[in-house]
């Protein structure tokens, strides 16, 4: 493909993100703050990363806007969507993530960013408690009044394109369900007969972003996108959709380690993660049907590096276990520990222990903003369906596991993946040649 097939970025973006809470404020103030050149988007691949493009001579590394037309940070225009009423500077000085300093400057923009009523379904999130809701009848009715809110945003704001973000609390396990899920008709009759237990809010949301043309991005573990049926609306919609779930801290860490174990042909006979957290989010993922999405996404990691059907010898009885646990001190500031038990010649067992002090919205915040503008840039690209080159950003990436896909996780696999994309979309040749 040639760049010149990639339609312009003009006009502005809109980015509407489900959730006003610790990583939407951080992710927009963050934005609002760096157009004023008052803070530096640190962490953003759009913002930072340069790949390389052509090959020998021609040569050159070039950071991405200079490869492929992507919004700039001065045309985003922001919405949300929240249970809770506050507006984001509320919300913003609620979360505690960030210093009045990096927050006063942008207080104007942020006050006038005041939530939507939120498509919500309290037993899909049994600890949030906030009565800026929806009183919609069905689930249908949860999809019409979400469309018509993307459409007023569209309209008031003059927006050209709009992108939606869910970056709301992680919602029970919803497995996938061959009755419901399977085809977009199915999806739709559940819709309309208001079949609450297999259709989840952040469904309807994410039903109401293609129906509106806008790609849709699943943050949290939900199932929300990654079921046939959307796929198969994304596709007859042709909009992108990624997910799932943000890969910041120790997914981040597993699915970068994981590889230097797997390329050394070392053996790995189990792997403990545990962390604590204090903010909103821990006490969600307290319950623990909310918690059980969350370990499902966590846990498929290891086993596609380091695959035990390919080295039994290493990889054949690996114990993976993954915890969170509420600690309201901490807040927002996660740390997580690993135990990793690998061995080596001979069988001889050794320990690798990791403990990261990290922020978990300050993580996640770039990846919101590098997966609104590349979604954005993949629409105008004409790429549509499941974005596997997003599988970067996300701990749980979406693939065909109807038809024995299997996901890739390894970090720089996914990095490759996304350099190519930029690559063609730019209209360069895709390869893997060494950096
Ligand atoms: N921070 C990270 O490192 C990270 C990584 C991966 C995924 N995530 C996920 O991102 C999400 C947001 O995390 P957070 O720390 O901002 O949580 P948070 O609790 O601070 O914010 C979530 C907000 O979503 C709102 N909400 C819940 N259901 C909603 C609905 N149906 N419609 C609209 N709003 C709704 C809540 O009221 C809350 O204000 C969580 O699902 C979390 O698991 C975060």
């Known amino acids: 493909m040639k760049q010149s097939e990639v339609a312009p970025a003009t006009g502005k973006l809109g980015i509407m993100v489900v959730g006003c809470g610790a990583v939407s404020t951080t992710f927009i103030t963050g934005v609002l703050m760096a157009r004023k050149g008052l803070a530096k988007p640190i962490g953003a691949m759009t913002q930072y990363d340069k790949i390389r493009v052509g090959k020998n001579a021609e040569k050159k590394y070039l950071h991405y806007k200079d ?13 949300t969507w929240d249970v809770y009423p506050q507006n984001a500077y509320q919300a913003t000085i609620y979360a505690e993530v960030l210093q009045p300093k990096d927050i006063e400057p942008v207080r104007d923009e942020l006050e006038a960013i005041r939530p939507l009523k939120a498509a919500f379904d309290k037993n899909y999130a049994k600890r949030i408690d906030g009565d800026n809701v929806k009183t919609c009848l069905t689930r249908w009715e949860m999809v019409e009044e979400l469309r018509q809110d993307i459409r007023n945003f569209k309209q008031q704001t003059r927006c050209s394109r709009v992108v939606v973000l869910w970056a709301a609390s992680t919602e029970i396990y919803v497995p996938y ?13 559940a819709m309309k007969d208001d079949v609450r237990e297999q259709i989840a809010p952040s469904m309807c949301y994410a039903y109401a972003a293609l129906a509106e043309s806008c790609p849709f991005i699943m943050g949290a573990p939900n199932t929300t996108v990654d079921i046939p049926a ?11 959709i990624a997910g799932k779930d943000f890969k910041t801290g120790q997914t981040l860490v597993k699915s970068g380690f994981a590889p230097i174990i797997k390329t050394r042909n070392l053996g790995l006979a189990g792997w403990f993660s545990t962390n604590i957290l204090g903010n909103r989010d821990g006490l969600v993922l307290d319950e623990p049907a909310n918690f059980h999405t969350k370990e499902v996404s966590k846990l498929s990691t290891l086993e596609t590096i380091c695959k035990a059907d390919e080295q039994p010898d290493l990889y054949g009885d690996i114990y993976h276990k993954v915890r969170i646990n509420y600690y309201p001190p901490r807040n927002d500031n996660k740390e997580g520990w690993d135990n990793i ?8 067992p050794m320990q690798i222990k990791i403990n990261f002090l990290c922020r978990d919205s300050i993580l996640a ?3 919101l903003l590098d997966l609104a503008l590349l979604s954005d840039l993949a629409a105008r690209a004409g790429r549509y369906g499941t974005q596997r080159f997003l599988s970067f950003f996300m701990k749980s990436p979406m693939h065909d596991y109807t038809c ?8 720089f696999e996914q990095y ?4 190519n994309a930029i690559r063609e979309i730019g209209g360069y040749e895709a390869d893997e040649e060494i950096d």
Do not use: C, S
């Open 230 to 240: 959307m796929w198969e609306f994304a596709e007859k919609m042709r909009m992108p």
């Open 416 to 419: 490759t993946m996304l350099k």
């Open 404 to 411: 024995g896909e299997e996901a890739v996780n390894n970090l």
């Open 67 to 79: 490869i492929v037309p992507l919004a700039e940070l001065k045309d985003i225009v922001f919405a």
């Open 177 to 189: 369900n061959k009755q419901y899920h399977k085809t977009l008709a199915q999806l739709e009759q």
């Open 341 to 348: 038990d690998i061995f080596g010649w001979m069988g001889y």
């Open 365 to 367: 915040a770039p990846l």
